[in-house]
């Protein structure tokens, strides 16, 4: 069956893989046993004394009321900000697969916020809606808003949502671009003959097609607002007023680092393991279906 | 056909115009910002029209930062830095990633799925899921506050080496043949006919790459509390916690402009090599 041929060498392969083994055994595998390991852990903030608990850590981080309001943060904010970034990026997508002209100056101008850091995006929003300096926020004011997003935590959550998915837009755009390039012409200009009109052409033909592209996109979206949105928080709220923009990876963060409770942020570590696995896990299936039409 | 009305092409060219301005408008805003002086950004509402200090305010931030009375890392220095990581981080994934992949595709060895499997392991395990204990070693190992540390504990990439070894897998097997005949060993082959037929797949990574280590922002902010060791992610960062009193905004915001100047225009201009990556790159 595997008519392939090989090279024979019995030392080389293994000296090629060395170095990324070395650097995935060093930081990636034994990190995450180290985080296995001391959620199982009550630990003293000076290390001097640490006593097995079993699931003690999992069970306080999971009967916390501060961590249930951090799982419904996250909850809101992720799903908010995938849905934002989706659906502007598919209307404009939509849009630029209409015009003859012009295509790739739009794809450029609407391709360049990929390239901004999640935690520079959230100074660009920090600075248009701070409540002292920012144009937006007197914008608002003007219009009868009272707008100071640190002390609202309703209006510090939609300026993050808003800085997330602003970040989002563009590589969304591109897939969806790509995903619409790829569709076979002659389907849709034999609607066209058949006289479906744009619309109907969109709902009934295009969006039918690119689930498989807006199924990946709303994984990786997920991910982002999951994980990545870390830069954006701690430049913008620091997960807060009181809370409100607390995610849990943000949470996992200020509880090791600044709070000290190993144990507890190894046992939060753990569990957002799982959300990781379980999102890879599903990319990876979406990824088989993505590819054929 | 699909009718194509002008009518119409005007409405969709208008929703599009108008949308790319809503986009823009932070980033318009902010340079803007970096054009006035202090007083003209406090006494808000802030005008929309630049002002004329664009020259002096990015002199400013190259050579002396944005903290009023001195005290900041000169911008120069935070670009450099930026530039030693990203460039460090893109070379180093793409050269590890690409001797893996080599070895997983032509050569049968014991414990090749085993290895395979490791690398995707990496995928499962985003640094911000182990944030702490992968803190300690690099403690442990001496890496806090210097290049080494930046750089090389985020170098394994189980994405690029998926990305070489898909690519791997297209190349003719009746190449690896001739080459045996003809005598080439397997560093040969590499050097001479692998390289060479990768260079565009090399391109379309190190963009995408580039930009992944350019806007670095957790692990640096955890290992680096040396301000000479700052990227200018970071150091606009630390510049937020400042007082705001003595923030001199316009600076900060050309500092801004400048963190995002490098990696926007890698996007712009070797766009053709990033699409391609980055659709590439994700499957």
Not at chain 2, 47 to 76: C, S
């Amino acid at each position: 069956m595997d008519e392939r041929v090989y090279f024979k060498n019995k030392v080389l392969p293994y000296l090629l893989l060395a170095p990324q083994i070395a650097i995935t055994l060093v930081f990636f595998v034994w990190p995450a046993a180290q985080a296995l390991f001391q959620s199982t852990l009550i630990e003293d903030p000076f290390g001097l004394s640490r006593e097995f608990v079993g699931l003690e850590n999992f069970s306080d981080v999971l009967s916390d009321p501060r961590y249930a309001k951090s799982v419904v943060t996250t909850a809101i904010f992720s799903v908010s900000v995938a849905g934002l970034a989706l659906t502007t990026a598919l209307f404009l997508a939509a849009k630029a697969d209409r015009v003859l002209s012009g295509r790739l100056i739009y794809r450029t101008l609407l391709m360049w916020p990929y390239a901004v850091a999640p935690a520079v995006a959230g100074v660009l929003f920090l600075f248009i809606f701070s409540p002292r300096v920012g144009v937006l926020s007197f914008a608002l004011e003007a219009v009868g808003v009272d707008w100071n997003y640190v002390l609202n935590g309703r209006q510090a959550m939609m300026l993050v949502i808003g800085a997330s998915a602003w970040k989002q837009i563009s590589y969304n755009f591109l897939f969806f671009v790509a995903g619409m390039q790829a569709m076979p012409r002659s389907l849709i200009e034999a609607a066209a003959i058949d006289g479906a009109g744009p619309t109907r052409r969109f709902w009934t033909i295009i969006f039918p097609l690119l689930t498989p592209v807006t199924f990946f996109l709303l994984v990786i979206n997920v991910i982002f607002a999951f994980f990545e949105t870390f830069g954006v928080i701690e430049a913008i709220t620091q997960g807060g007023p009181a809370g409100a923009t607390n995610i849990l990876v943000y949470k996992v963060f200020s509880d090791g680092f600044v709070g000290l409770d190993l144990g507890g942020s190894a046992a939060q570590s753990v569990i957002l393991m799982a959300i990781v696995i379980t999102l890879t896990v599903l990319q990876f299936r979406y990824v088989e279906k993505k590819v054929s039409y | 056909m699909i009718e194509h009305n002008r009518r119409f092409a005007f409405v969709h060219h208008g929703i599009l115009i108008v949308s790319i301005a809503i986009i823009s408008f932070p980033i318009y805003v902010v340079i803007v910002a970096s054009t006035l002086t202090l007083p003209d950004v406090l006494d808000a509402p802030m005008t929309l029209l630049p002002g004329r200090h664009f020259v002096a305010n990015y002199i400013t931030a190259l050579t002396e930062g944005a903290i009023l009375g001195g005290g900041g890392t000169p911008v120069w220095r935070l670009l450099l830095n930026s530039l030693i990581m990203a460039m460090g981080i893109a070379v180093g994934k793409i050269a590890i990633s690409i001797i893996s992949a080599y070895a997983i595709v032509f050569f049968r060895f014991p414990f090749r799925m085993f290895f395979f499997w490791l690398i995707f392991v990496t995928l499962m395990l985003p640094i911000e899921v182990r944030i702490l204990p992968t803190f300690q070693i690099a403690a442990t190992l001496g890496l806090l506050n210097s290049y080494t540390g930046l750089i090389v504990p985020v170098i394994a990439s189980a994405t690029a080496t998926f990305f070489f070894r898909q690519f791997f897998l297209t190349i003719p097997n009746e190449l690896v043949e001739a080459a045996r005949v003809d005598g080439a060993g397997p560093i040969r082959f590499f050097v001479d006919i692998v390289l060479p037929l990768s260079k565009t797949n090399i391109a379309a990574l190190f963009v995408i790459l580039f930009i992944f280590g350019w806007n670095q922002f957790l692990w640096p902010l955890l290992i680096t509390t040396d301000p000479d060791f700052d990227t200018i992610i970071i150091a606009i960062n630390r510049m937020l916690r400042v007082v705001d009193d003595q923030v001199d905004w316009p600076v900060m915001m050309a500092t801004t402009i400048m963190a995002m100047a490098v990696p926007a225009a890698v996007v712009v201009l070797m766009q053709r090599w990033f699409v391609r990556g980055l659709i590439e790159h994700e499957k």
